[in-house]
């Protein structure tokens, strides 16, 4: 408030009633005056309250929820009513007169016996016509001014009348309060010893019955050992009327001991109270479960009745003791005992220990230590068997020249050198050494007490003699990696396993692993395989890479890429031309999965298709771009310790011509000659499953009736039971061990792509395609394809984006 009022932090509100003022400041607005149980102002037989506030610098009324009847200047009031100076506020039987000065509100409130103002009349209406005997006025309550003479004026009533009307009062109250009062019996339980309802004016009490009028009214209770009760109660329009109401109990005393006496951790019904001894603590009455637990002690759980009501009670907790007394001695005496590592005395001793399983150590200078492992029940004492200490055992530190040499002592497996023992001391043992290649050490070994020693000895090696021969002849020999001279030649070796390689240009490597046995010369023949590129004669048939996947060795051949223009589904681009691979080469047998793929970028995601994941990891990577492809060969490439075959260009990444050794796409001759001629006599080819259609069951992953709800035509009879890409190599490989060639998904090759619309008939050699290009090849079909054209395994198309069933495989060069 911006007021005077506000500023001197006075009063804002001031209610006169009876002779009495009440007066409330600014922080207590709104006032609330009437009937309620609430009400800040008591004004009793008035239906609910009205509340006085402040607001944006006015004084404001507004009804209450149960407010009837509330007018301010004979105009009804239903919802906030700015107070004037002057204004009379009417509510039902109260008249309260607002004077309104220098921010503050005083209202004077006189109770009336009968109600009602006079409505004053709808001057629209009578514009309109009304005549006067259509007004109708509504009765007002008023006092009338007495008219006296001026004699009268001076002598004032006499003390008689004056009797007279105070008695006529008194009476008419009477009278409306017996007509309008109700009977209502309160019961209290328990009984109440003290009874009141403070803000209850008119009320009369007979015994344990109260004549009062309807409405609202605050009850005041008291009973020894109980809570004071204050509700709030609604008497009805019955005649006769009970109201039910309880006590609640106060809180019992409670004092909490142990005995013994330990500083004991309690909790009440699972709730932390306190720790013992706890003194006239407040626990509300009832059964309640306390827990104590004390360090050392078993936790004591017991049930308590508090009867409440403020008696006082004591409960003593009967602890029983988490521990056990533990009696050792030693031969000799005098010796550390230390429980779960930690210090407990000198033997001999008595040992307070905890329940449980304990570690029990003996130390005395010149002895071995004594450990054992006691278990300790609580409350049970018991007396362990005295221990004998036995001289310090004496420390040999064992090497051996070569070391890894099997140690035992008196026949005891005890490691492998370098190796430190524990000997018991004054006595003789039996020390042997062995190792595989080398003759067996046995030797005798004693060592004092508490004392040390080290022992160093040179194994003597066994040999054994291997000639070494090869086909052909003059092969360079190396054993474990270090030439050792050239076939046919006897070697000396240790008696251990060896790696043997036979080495001659233009041959390859021939290698097994062999062991020398002393006494017993051994020949070795190997017979060297020449190399041949073409065939691939001499070199691994098989590859596989650091990701562990696996690539097969493809001879080289000769052949016609293309189909004949009388090949039905034929398109233009698969011209007839004579092809010549003069070099083997290596192919995946399975396309790149996406975990594969992902060891090199961890974030690609391959999505999904209509619903169906394209993202497993055993699935074939796709939405992967051609230049994606190359940089995952030249990381693959790095990793394995090869030649990256892919650089960058302004135009993208392209392969260094010539090809080098590292992982790369198959070039299209590469791919069509393994998929359709390799390894196999005639023409090649048609379909990955033969020349004709359908496709039999299980023969690859097509567009078939399990995708018929995602792709709209599909393969009418075939079924492979895979919407979308299967994992790859799910099906059976072709005659060379390749997978899939044909299906699941189609391949990026290496070259760029051109339209030739000439046959050519010129032979061309190992053709690696143009050297630029804005699209690269794609070959095979995929889980998409279901026409004739597609499925042939001599379809090629173009492509330079992502594509849901694109992805690839690897391929490498012979050497």
């Not at 079909?781 to 279901?786: A, F, I, K, L």
Request: net charge negative.
């Amino acid at each position: 408030m911006t007021n005077a009022a506000a500023a001197s932090g006075d009063w804002a509100v001031a209610v006169d009633v009876g002779g009495s003022r009440r007066e409330f400041d600014a922080a207590s607005l709104p006032v609330r005056i009437g009937s309620d149980a609430g009400a800040d102002v008591a004004l009793a037989g008035l239906p609910g309250a009205i509340e006085i506030g402040w607001h944006v610098g006015a004084f404001f009324v507004q009804p209450g929820r149960h407010a009837r009847n509330l007018r301010v200047g004979g105009e009804p009031v239903t919802g906030s009513r700015e107070l004037r100076d002057g204004d009379v506020i009417a509510f039902d039987r109260a008249r309260l007169r607002c004077a309104v000065g220098d921010g503050r509100l005083t209202l004077d409130v006189e109770m009336l016996v009968t109600a009602g103002d006079t409505a004053p009349p709808d001057i629209a209406e009578v514009g309109r016509g009304r005549g006067a005997g259509d007004l109708s006025i509504t009765p007002i309550a008023f006092k009338p001014k007495t008219l006296v003479s001026g004699a009268a004026r001076r002598r004032g009533p006499s003390k008689a009348a004056i009797a007279a009307g105070a008695a006529l009062a008194v009476l008419a109250v009477v009278a409306w309060f017996a007509f309008t009062a109700k009977s209502v019996e309160l019961k209290f339980q328990p009984s109440a010893e003290q009874v009141s309802l403070p803000s209850t004016v008119f009320k009369v009490r007979f015994g344990d019955r109260f004549f009062l009028r309807p409405g609202s009214h605050r009850v005041a209770a008291a009973a020894a050992g109980y809570y004071p009760l204050e509700a709030s109660i609604e008497v009805g329009a019955d005649a006769d009327q009970s109201i039910d109401l309880s006590f609640t109990k106060l809180p019992g005393l409670v004092t909490l001991t142990t005995d013994p006496a330990a500083q004991a951790e309690v909790r009440l019904d699972g709730e932390p109270l306190g720790t013992t001894p706890l003194t006239d603590r407040e626990i509300k009455p009832g059964v309640h479960r306390l827990e104590f637990a004390a360090d050392r002690y078993l936790t004591e759980v017991l049930e308590l009745e508090v009867r409440g009501a403020g008696e006082r009670q004591a409960l003593v907790a009967k602890l029983t003791p988490n521990w056990a007394l533990v009696t050792l001695a030693t031969q000799p005496a005098g010796a550390a005992v230390l429980v779960d590592g930690v210090d407990a005395g000198v033997t001999p001793v008595e040992l307070e220990l905890t329940s449980g399983e304990r570690d029990l150590e003996v130390r005395l200078a010149g002895y071995n230590a004594w450990r054992n492992r006691v278990v300790v029940s609580a409350n049970q004492p018991q007396q362990l068997p005295e221990v004998k200490l036995a001289k310090a055992d004496g420390q040999v530190e064992i090497v051996s020249n070569p070391s890894e040499a099997s140690v035992s002592v008196d026949d005891e497996f005890r490691g492998r050198t370098p190796l430190t023992v524990r000997l018991t001391p004054d006595r003789a043992h039996r020390l042997t050494l062995a190792k595989p290649g080398f003759e067996t050490d046995m030797r005798e070994l004693s060592v004092a007490a508490d004392s040390g020693r080290r022992v160093v000895i040179d194994l003597a090696a066994q040999y054994g003699e291997i000639d070494v021969r090869s086909e052909p002849a003059s092969a360079e020999i190396w054993v474990d990696g270090q030439r050792r001279g050239v076939t046919p030649s006897r070697l000396t070796l240790t008696a251990l396993k060896h790696v043997l390689e036979i080495r001659r240009p233009g041959f390859s490597t021939a290698r097994e692993e062999l062991t020398p046995r002393p006494g017993y010369p051994q020949i070795r023949e190997l017979k060297l395989e020449s190399l041949d590129q073409t065939s691939g004669s001499g070199y691994a048939r098989t590859l596989r890479t650091g990701l562990v996947q696996e690539l097969k060795l493809i001879p080289a051949g000769q052949f016609t890429m293309g189909t004949s223009r009388r090949e039905l589904g034929r398109p233009a681009n698969e011209i007839l031309r004579p092809v010549k691979l003069t070099h083997a080469f290596y192919l995946g047998t399975r396309e790149v999965t996406n975990a594969e793929f992902r060891q090199f970028k961890a974030d690609h995601d391959s999505g999904e298709f209509a619903g169906q994941t394209l993202n497993g990891d055993t699935q074939p990577v796709v939405r992967v771009t051609w230049d994606e492809v190359a940089q995952f060969m030249n990381w693959l490439s790095i990793k394995d310790g090869l030649q990256p075959v892919y650089e960058q260009k302004s135009n993208g990444w392209v392969p260094v011509r010539p090809l080098r050794n590292g992982y790369r796409l198959p070039t299209e001759a590469e791919w069509e000659w393994a998929a359709r001629f390799a390894g196999r006599e005639g023409a090649g080819l048609k379909y990955p499953w033969g020349v004709d259609l359908p496709p039999p069951d299980r023969s690859g992953n097509y567009g078939d009736v399990a995708a018929a709800k995602i792709l709209p035509t599909t393969l009418a009879t075939y079924n492979d039971n895979f919407p979308v890409s299967a994992p790859s190599g799910s099906f059976e490989p072709d005659a060379l061990g390749i997978h899939d060639l044909g299906g699941n998904v189609a391949e990026w090759v290496q070259d760029y792509y051109v339209l030739d619309a000439v046959e050519n008939p010129q032979l061309v050699e190992d053709p690696l395609g143009p050297e630029t290009g804005d699209f690269h090849i794609v070959r095979g079909s995929s889980w998409r394809s279901h026409e004739v054209a597609d499925l042939r395994l001599a379809y090629r198309t173009y492509e330079s984006e992502r594509r849901e069933d694109l992805g690839f495989r690897l391929a490498r060069n012979l050497e």
